[in-house]
């Protein structure tokens, strides 16, 4: 399949045409094989489908050409014809070559009798994808939007853990080109006046080879989990080397930004990094080395603009939750372990300067980690009202409060569920690819028992509720989170996944209703 946003990356990259075959016509129908695709920006490349494939050995070529021509459906048009002895990059060969001047012979005699006799005037001409697109009328082709899927789908989510480290290699490496620039440019201001350039750090000139180890492990049989198995252990080591060396790098970037800034003030610096385009404004979960049952209080910046808050040093108090702690081991004598989550506001690009004092705060919420609101069935905000099965854990209705419609009760709000939320256990004995081949692929109409449900967080700041599943051997913990201010439900899944051949889907029973659904997508 493609990305819907890969015309916006093609064009940044500097391309303006693309050439594919998959989904082929079996898998995708369109209007034309060349077409404008435009992607949900707008960014528009002029792509052309392959419309067959072209493993094309010497004896097979003339029936290959033909089949090509055939696809011309108007007087004066052309058609790329590719051939070559395999789709992974082989190339053509001298019998190939040998092959085309035979038959551009035979055109060129244009006998009634020939090969081309039904296809009237046909020429076969040497030639590039970028002289063919560059000679094309783009003025009547047609726009296509969005992402062409499914092609191979059980390539989708085959392999899962190789799948988990490409994604993480890619952002950690985009973090760390993040980081890295923003040390660079906070190196150069800092010696402004002084001649040069800006002061990159050393680590940068490692930042293309570790792109490169990432690319290559995304050739799609590799990404597609269809290697020998030799070749999959491999690849997973290289990615996570990627994954590691990609976090150091972000390490010493982020130690060269701190260390160019004062930590001159009260109590301690708590130093928050934006790597996204966009301002972070939303709730952050920290965890601290603090002394040991001493209090706490966190301070936000304030200064005259966003950029300058660190160093305008003026700092108000601000609310936060304590929450458990990753590390479950607190010596009281040794020392102790704090978290606790706050909203915060972060720059794009940028960083954001908090502290931690060692006084008694008066904005703290849960210091004991209490439970102001018990009902493990029930998270609610001003805008978001979700309901818990007591019985079975599933979530049985998301109502959002600010919609205006009135349900049968008369009361306000919007329930996005028609019904109770499950996870559906399907017996999945396809190939890597996603076909059949005469086995089973099919919902086992089973259902995971509740274990146990409880709220474990609730206080000013957040609540969540901790759902506990499982059917025979696997088992699935979701920890639903509600902000006080949030107009969206979160959910963060922990499996532990015992069944071979197996493979599991969550369901949302959102009705007729609902006609138009938004996910995010990667570089989206």
């Not at 050393?202 to 590799?222: P, R, Y």
Request: hydrophobic share 35%; proline share 4%; aromatic share 10%.
């Amino acid at each position: 399949g493609h990305n819907g946003m890969l015309p916006q990356i093609l064009k940044k990259q500097g391309m303006d045409n693309y050439v594919f075959m998959r989904p082929g016509r079996h898998e995708k129908g369109l209007e034309s094989e060349t077409f404008q695709w435009t992607s949900g920006d707008g960014s528009q490349v002029t792509a052309f489908r392959i419309p067959f494939e072209y493993c094309t050995w010497p004896k097979e070529l003339k029936e290959h050409v033909l089949r090509c021509a055939g696809e011309i459906k108007e007087p004066g048009g052309c058609i790329m014809c590719f051939y070559g002895v395999g789709n992974h990059g082989g190339g053509p060969t001298i019998e190939n070559i040998k092959s085309i001047r035979s038959l551009q012979a035979e055109a060129k005699a244009g006998s009634s009798e020939g090969p081309f006799a039904a296809y009237g005037d046909v020429r076969l001409k040497f030639s590039t994808y970028s002289a063919f697109l560059a000679d094309l009328d783009k003025s009547g082709l047609p726009v296509i939007k969005g992402p062409f899927e499914k092609v191979n789908e059980g390539c989708y989510s085959i392999d899962s853990p190789f799948k988990i480290l490409n994604r993480l290699a890619e952002r950690r490496l985009v973090e760390a080109d993040c980081l890295i620039s923003m040390a660079a440019c906070a190196a150069t201001a800092a010696c402004e006046g002084r001649s040069g350039g800006p002061e990159w750090m050393k680590q940068t000139a490692e930042m293309e080879s570790l792109w490169k180890i990432l690319l290559f492990n995304e050739f799609h049989d590799t990404m597609g989990g269809t290697t020998i198995k030799a070749a999959r252990e491999e690849a997973v080591m290289q990615m996570a080397g990627v994954c590691a060396q990609a976090g150091k790098i972000k390490a010493l970037a982020i130690q060269k930004i701190v260390n160019g800034i004062s930590t001159l003030g009260e109590g301690f610096p708590l130093v928050l990094f934006n790597t996204d385009s966009q301002p972070f404004d939303d709730y952050v979960e920290t965890e601290l080395e603090w002394f040991c049952q001493a209090p706490l209080t966190l301070l936000a910046p304030e200064g005259p603009d966003e950029e300058a808050a660190w160093h305008a040093c003026v700092y108000r108090e601000i609310p936060y939750q304590r929450i458990h702690t990753d590390a479950k081991v607190r010596h009281t004598t040794l020392g102790g372990r704090r978290r606790f989550v706050f909203h915060a506001h972060i720059p794009a690009f940028g960083f954001a300067v908090y502290r931690t004092v060692k006084k008694e705060p008066s904005l703290c919420f849960n210091n004991k980690m209490e439970i102001d609101n018990p009902a493990s069935h029930v998270l609610e905000n001003p805008f978001i009202r979700a309901e818990f099965d007591r019985k079975t854990g599933a979530l049985v209705s998301l109502v959002d409060k600010e919609a205006f419609s009135e349900d049968a009760c008369g009361q306000s709000g919007y329930d996005a569920l028609k019904g109770a939320c499950s996870i559906r256990v399907y017996r999945d004995e396809r190939d890597a690819w996603g076909g059949l081949q005469g086995r089973r692929y099919e919902d086992r109409g089973v259902s995971f028992r509740l274990i146990s449900m409880e709220k474990v967080e609730s206080g000013a700041i957040r609540e969540v509720i901790r759902v506990r599943t499982a059917f025979e051997g696997t088992t699935l913990e979701q920890l639903y989170s509600l902000g006080a201010q949030e107009k969206e439900l979160c959910v963060e899944n922990r499996l532990v996944f015992n069944h071979p051949w197996t493979l599991l889907k969550a369901a949302f029973p959102t009705g007729e209703e609902c006609i138009h659904t938004a996910a995010e997508t990667a570089y989206g």
